[in-house]
């Protein structure tokens, strides 16, 4: 049983930072890709940012540029630093893990999900 654990959300005015850390429990960490999602009130869960087992990484267009995804093997964590925060960012934030090991945006590839951070930014 794989469990993540998210950490780091929180309230920030707009143009602030943030960065959220994802634990992950497992042997496996270092094959494994994961990505990051986010899910505002009223709307569907999307995706954000993806790293694959080789550090390769994956962003949607509403972040390119502005986050950034990272991974730390010898701690079996994953990172999302996230600048220039917007309003539009308001999200619960989860972090989720694709056992293939490639990027993706496609929540189907994911197996295990965290339990989600709370991001708000205030305008």
């Known amino acids: 049983q794989v469990q993540l654990v998210e950490s780091g959300g929180g309230l920030v005015q707009a143009g602030g930072s943030l960065r959220l850390s994802c634990a992950a429990s497992?042997?496996?960490?270092?094959?494994?890709?994961m990505g990051w999602f986010r899910q505002a009130p009223g709307k569907e869960r999307e995706f954000v940012a993806a790293?694959?087992?080789?550090?390769?990484?994956y962003y949607a267009d509403s972040v390119k540029g502005r986050f950034t995804i990272s991974r730390d093997n010898a701690k079996n964590t994953v990172y999302l630093q996230m600048n220039s925060l917007k309003p539009e960012d308001t999200a619960v934030y989860y972090c989720?893990?694709?056992?293939?090991?490639?990027?993706?945006?496609?929540?189907?590839?994911?197996?295990?999900w965290g339990q989600g951070t709370q991001v708000t930014v205030s305008s």
């Open positions: 989720a893990r694709n056992p293939a090991g490639y990027n993706s945006g496609l929540e189907q590839r994911y197996d295990y």
């Open positions: 790293i694959s087992w080789s550090d390769s990484t």
């Open positions: 497992g042997r496996t960490f270092s094959s494994v890709a």
